[in-house]
């Protein structure tokens, strides 16, 4: 993964990168607009790291540049702490928003949760799939089918069912799954995702205490146990 931090003040930018590094990263640096955007226009990079104070263009308008291009994943560093700072920075597009000081582990703990929900946001869903153990789910109507039988599940149920299903086989923590349905900001306990897998268990499950299609996998969170295609 390339990521490339722009930022002004060198020991921010040689500590961050450090840290990267040693997490895997391959990462380039800019200490101004301009810099960062010919590096991005002649670069390809999974993620930005994006100072909102820089000398000439501002972080903010780099952001609005970069986005009528691109929609690569952007972390916006500031020292602003006001809540209206933020909300501009998340509706012209950042994906997230950190304020400083802050930990290397924080920012490398951000990048990671970043890459991780939008790879999942950006999956092509297909309009309907049916699955080997009976089940249909429709993303156009939202409509989930158990051997053509039309089963009822609110708005975020179907929203952590279709998250599993998408990738059949593959184990999502907690964490993941509160990302993609409540959000990163969501500051709530990820347990509420049992009381969800629960009620879905209820309704979709033959055996809602013996499980066949959500299995929980122990210590580590859940996964849709079939194939598609069925």
Do not use: W
């Not at 950190?98 to 951000?110: G, M, N, Q």
Request: aromatic residues 6%.
């Amino acid at each position: 993964m390339r990521i490339l931090l722009v930022d002004d003040e060198k020991k921010i930018t040689t500590v961050l990168k450090a840290y990267l590094q040693q997490e895997g990263f391959h990462v380039s640096t800019a200490i101004n607009g301009l810099v960062a955007l010919t590096m991005f226009k002649e670069n390809p990079f999974d993620l930005l790291i994006l100072d909102l104070m820089l000398p000439g263009i501002s972080g903010t308008e780099i952001c609005r540049e970069i986005r009528k291009i691109s929609s690569v994943p952007i972390i916006m560093l500031t020292a602003k702490v006001e809540e209206e700072d933020r909300i501009n920075g998340l509706s012209i597009g950042a994906d997230d928003y950190i304020t400083k000081p802050f930990s290397p582990r924080e920012v490398v703990a951000r990048v990671r949760a970043v890459l991780r929900r939008t790879s999942i946001e950006t999956a092509p869903l297909a309009d309907v799939i049916s699955y080997d153990n009976g089940l249909t789910i429709d993303n156009i109507q939202h409509e989930i089918r158990l051997h053509d039988q039309e089963i009822s599940l609110t708005p975020t149920e179907f929203k952590v069912l279709g998250a599993l299903a998408k990738h059949p086989g593959r184990v999502y923590s907690r964490g993941q799954l509160v990302e993609i349905v409540q959000g990163y900001d969501f500051d709530g306990d990820d347990r509420v995702i049992d009381a969800h897998i629960k009620k879905i268990r209820q309704k979709i499950e033959a055996i809602p205490s013996d499980p066949q299609i959500i299995m929980t996998v122990y210590g580590v969170g859940y996964k849709f146990n079939a194939s598609a295609g069925g």
